[in-house]
């Protein structure tokens, strides 16, 4: 159990990193493959870990409309 909240602890720091601009296309990254073989950030249920990285993730998405796109630039620039 102390293993699982030293994880969360791990990804609830790691989180904000969405919300920044230079690191959230390497932080998507990093996300997407770790999750290849998982269903949750942490163990085999959902956690706080997981709404914290969703809900910066959500949010930067929700900012990075297409009206936020540089053309051509295929990133935001929020």
């Given amino acids: 159990m102390l ?5 969360v602890v791990e990804w609830l720091e790691y989180a904000p990193i969405f919300l920044s601009g230079s690191e959230f296309e390497n932080a998507c990254s990093f996300v997407d493959g770790y999750l290849t073989s998982r269903t949750f950030l942490v163990g085999h249920e959902l956690t706080i870990a997981d709404i914290a ?22 990133h935001c620039d929020v």
Avoid at 3 to 7: A, C, E, F, S
Avoid at 53 to 74: D, E, H, I, T, Y
């Fill in 3 to 7: 293993l699982i909240n030293l994880q």
């Fill in 53 to 74: 990285v969703w809900s910066n993730l959500a949010g930067k998405l929700r900012v990075c409309s297409p009206f936020f796109f540089q053309v051509g630039s295929g």
